[in-house]
């Protein structure tokens, strides 16, 4: 069982910025999708952003685009999440989720390909 841990989560205002990172025992990048999601309060989890198999394409939510970049480091088997300019409502428990399976172009945005999680790293943003 692929064990993953997020860091990187704080209170911050409107504006700020915050760097997510995941790892974990055993997690090694490069075959299959892995992918940022957020639960925001009382809504469902969803997808932030996503690398699609093998690192073949990107993948962001349009309201986070040219805001956040989801990025890998190989060599640390560690993926990460620079999120700029942060908002109110980007505000939610960040999540990070690997496949089991290689996926292709945004399936890396479904919830349900996801495979493996971690327990969440809290993200509030001030006004």
């Known amino acids: 069982q692929l064990q993953l841990v997020e860091s990187g989560g704080g209170l911050v205002q409107a504006g700020g910025s915050l760097r997510l990172s995941c790892t974990g025992p055993?997690?090694?990048?490069?075959?299959?999708?892995v992918g940022w999601f957020r639960q925001a309060p009382l809504k469902e989890r969803a997808a932030v952003s996503c690398?699609?198999?093998?690192?073949?394409?990107?993948h962001y939510i349009d309201s986070v685009k040219g805001r956040f970049t989801i990025s890998t480091d190989n060599a640390k088997n560690t993926m990460y999440l620079q999120m700029d300019n942060l908002k109110p409502e980007d505000t939610g428990v960040y999540y990070c989720g690997v496949a089991s399976r290689e996926l292709v172009g945004t399936r890396c945005l479904h919830v349900h390909n996801m495979a493996y999680w971690g327990k969440g790293t809290q993200v509030t943003v001030s006004s």
């Open positions: 690398i699609s198999s093998r690192g073949s394409s990107t």
């Open positions: 055993g997690f090694t990048l490069g075959t299959y999708a």
